[in-house]
């Protein structure tokens, strides 16, 4: 297979109402792209990813450092694994 694409944005549901406890980010606009590693098609993914976010709240520059990469990489393994189930 030559990989998946996929956009995403935030949507508004009433059934998930924002709250004063919580901050809800806002996702403008968020992309991926999922291809086989040419050398290890079979285990490994190349992915490219692209977001434009509001967290809508403080966050220290250095947590955000750390927590973002690894919920890039949760993010592309999900989308992967349902990728897969779909195209069955």
Do not use: W
């Not at 980010?25 to 040419?38: E, I, K, M, S, T």
Request: charged share 30%; glycine share 4%; aromatic share 6%.
């Amino acid at each position: 297979s030559g990989g998946y694409r996929a956009a995403f944005r935030s949507v508004m549901l009433n059934e998930i109402p924002e709250t004063n406890e919580r901050v809800r980010a806002h996702l403008y606009l968020g992309a991926v792209q999922l291809r086989p590693h040419p050398d290890h098609p079979d285990t490994k993914t190349i992915c490219d990813f692209i977001t434009l976010i509001d967290l809508k709240g403080l966050l220290p520059k250095f947590i955000v450092n750390k927590k973002l990469p690894s919920l890039v990489v949760e993010d592309a393994e999900a989308k992967v694994k349902r990728f897969k189930e779909v195209a069955k």
